[in-house]
Structure formats: C-alpha cells, structure tokens
C-alpha cells in the first residue's frame, strides 16, 4: 500500500480556513486519494476524494497536486464541530470498478479549533 | 436511513475471558469490515467481507478471534480468549457497491464497541 505522511497536529481558529497537508510521494497512478476524519468517541466519517482534479462538496475542499504527490484538505470556515482526527488514505479502485480498494488508515492530523 | 449499528458499546472483561460483538449494516451494503483501534491510533483492519465470504482476514489473529457474517447480513467478531492488549475500540463499517454519480463509495462507519480487558 502507499503510505501517506501527514503532519501530527495543526491549530486552527475558529472561522478561519484551515488546510491539511498530506504527503504520497508514491502514489501509483489508480490510487485515489481519500480523506476520513473522526470526531471524539465516535467512528471515522467520510470527508471528500478524487483523482486529478482537485474537488468540492458541502464539506471541504480537496486540491490536488499536478504531480499527484501531495494533496490538501481545505476546510473554509473551521468550527469547534471540525475539531477531529484526519486520515488521509490512498486507495485504488478494485478490479472490476464497483469498489474502492481496502482503506489502510495511518494516524492522521489532530485538528484543534481554538474559539 | 438507519446507520451501521454495533452492540454493545461498551464492554469490561477479564483476561482470558470470551466477548463477542455484533454489527449491523446498513441496508443492501455488500461488504462490510471490522477495525480495530487501539487508543492513539488510527483504526486498523482486521476483516473484510463481501457478503458472505471473507475477502480479506490477512490481519485478524485467528487464534483469538474470529468472526462470521450469516446470510450477508449482521456480521459478529469474537473473541476468545481476551488479552489484556485487545483493550480497543472494534469498529464496524459498511460499503455500498460503487454506482456512478449515485453515490462515493465511501465507508460508514458505526459508532464502536469499546473493550476492556482486566
């Protein structure tokens, strides 16, 4: 499996933007970059993915390096909700296109908000 | 719609005892999965199956635990007998197959089973 490096821990403000750095170096060229977090005492929740081309749902954004090494989770406007565990995970489709591949979870980012 | 329910959510045993738990998935999800989480880490898997059928089990310590999904559905992890190092959170998530713009394909995790072991 590829192996993602991201920072241990960030700070963030509360209603400021916050972007997570996550490193794949090797990366192969079907893996599909996956971010998970997980709020306190609960189980990880989905985040966002792509490929390519950076992404935007209601969530949070993901931008995308052209070389695909790295990528960046963007959350526009923290709140003290957004204070959680983030994984970022490489994982390919699996053969026959109908599922992503096994998500191997590192230890993630631990994302502090400050009120 | 009703998400991935475990059972139970908290769990206290002494070593070399037995436990089980028990997952519920969401509806029409074929593969489902069992992590495990060790407090300060992030969760590691332990199973996966595909309906029925074991697709992956190259983590699971198979001389303590052990699990089974009947009929595709409810899926149960055991174990016997317990370590003081299975202390975790057993996480249960399910998978609906890929479907164009219908969905992501992501995972939906339930809420855990935390167990302790004395």
């Known amino acids: 499996d590829a192996k993602t490096t991201q920072p241990n821990s960030m700070e963030s403000n509360e209603e400021e933007p916050v972007h997570l750095p996550c490193n794949h170096s090797?990366?192969?060229?079907?893996?599909?970059i996956h971010w998970y977090r997980q709020l306190p005492s609960q189980g990880p929740e989905y985040v966002i993915h792509g490929l390519t081309s950076n992404v935007n749902n209601r969530m949070a954004s993901l931008a995308i390096a052209e070389d695909r090494k790295s990528s960046t989770l963007i959350l526009h406007r923290a709140t003290l909700r957004d204070a959680a565990v983030y994984y970022c995970?490489?994982?390919?489709?699996?053969?026959?296109?109908?599922?992503?591949?096994?998500?191997?979870f590192g230890q993630g980012t631990i994302l502090t908000v400050h009120p | 719609e009703a998400g991935v329910a475990q059972s139970p959510r908290y769990k206290i045993i002494e070593k070399r005892q037995s436990v089980a738990f028990w997952c519920n998935p969401i509806?029409?999800?074929?593969?489902l999965y069992w992590y495990q989480q060790i407090l300060g880490q992030g969760p590691k898997l332990l199973i996966q199956f595909q309906n029925n059928g074991v697709v992956d089990d190259s983590q699971l310590p198979k001389d303590r635990f052990s699990a089974e999904r009947l009929k595709g559905v409810d899926s149960t992890l055991k174990i016997q007998p317990a370590k003081l190092e299975d202390s975790a959170v057993y996480l249960c998530a399910s998978r609906p197959r890929l479907a164009g713009d219908t969905n992501t394909g992501e995972l939906f995790f339930g809420e855990g089973s935390r167990l302790t072991v004395l």
């Open positions: 090797t990366i192969s060229g079907t893996d599909y």
């Open positions: 995970i490489l994982s390919p489709l699996a053969a026959g296109g109908t599922s992503y591949g096994k998500l191997t």
């Open positions: 509806s029409g999800h074929a593969t």
